[in-house]
């Protein structure tokens, strides 16, 4: 299947980290993305890992790959409330053609409590 | 450099008639793609386009559904007649790699 699946909700206290993970399908999958879309605004690219890497770290943000378990997530450290926002993780499918559509999960709505 | 620009923003219309969103994309990227989340479900891919011509429209719903893209620049996606099921946001991506994408900020369509 073509399934990318998230958790639906996730609730943390400023100034902790904040965890957000995803499970994809598609082994073949080459770049893998976490988008953060703010209430009223558009998807905001935040970061994206190529396949072979296991781990990238920008600034707060730390995404770590399991390519074994199909596995991504995302740690926010230091969880600010400006970082409440829905989370999408989506892998970039491959087809004939390359045409390189993104699937997407159900998004994480992440809540940072003061 | 201006991003992916949507219009409108948000779009209100009775079941049965027709409405037109349009993207805009960053200059020179071939690459465009429409995309819709639905209530609260996960964003799903539409189609996507290669300069003017159609590389995939596997995820179009209906045939109520017609996207164009002429000269290859902007795109547009009519729905005619619109169901109360079209309701979502209509999201627009460019990209010039087929990797690397820029979304818009999406088109809120409410059919009542």
């Known amino acids: 299947g073509e399934d990318v699946e998230q958790s639906l909700f996730l609730s943390v206290r400023e100034g902790d980290s904040s965890v957000i993970n995803c499970t994809y399908t598609d082994s073949s999958s080459t770049y893998l993305y976490w988008y953060k879309q703010e209430p009223g605004a558009g998807l905001q690219l935040l970061t994206y890992i190529f396949s072979n890497m296991d781990m990238k770290q920008d600034q707060r943000l730390t995404v770590l790959l399991n390519k074994k378990d199909k596995h991504l997530s995302l740690r926010i450290a230091d969880t600010q409330t400006g970082d409440s926002a829905i989370y999408f993780c989506?892998?970039?499918?491959?087809?004939?053609?390359?045409?390189?559509?993104?699937?997407f999960g159900q998004g994480t709505t992440l809540q940072v409590k003061p | 450099e201006a991003g992916v620009t949507q219009f409108p923003s948000h779009s209100v219309i009775e079941k049965g008639q027709t409405v037109t969103l349009r993207c805009d994309p960053i200059s020179g990227h071939d690459n465009l793609y429409w995309y819709r989340r639905v209530m609260g479900k996960e964003i799903k891919f539409l189609l996507h386009?290669?300069?003017?011509?159609?590389?995939?429209e596997s995820g179009m719903p209906n045939n109520r559904f017609l996207a164009e893209r002429t000269g290859g620049t902007y795109s547009t996606l009519k729905v005619q007649p619109a169901e109360l099921e079209d309701s979502g946001v209509y999201f627009c991506?460019?990209?010039?790699?087929?990797?690397?994408?820029?979304f818009g900020s999406g088109t809120r369509l409410t059919v009542v």
């Open positions: 991506a460019s990209s010039s790699t087929g990797y690397g994408y820029t």
């Open positions: 989506a892998e970039r499918k491959l087809r004939a053609g390359n045409t390189g559509k993104l699937i």
């Open positions: 386009f290669v300069k003017e011509s159609k590389q995939d």
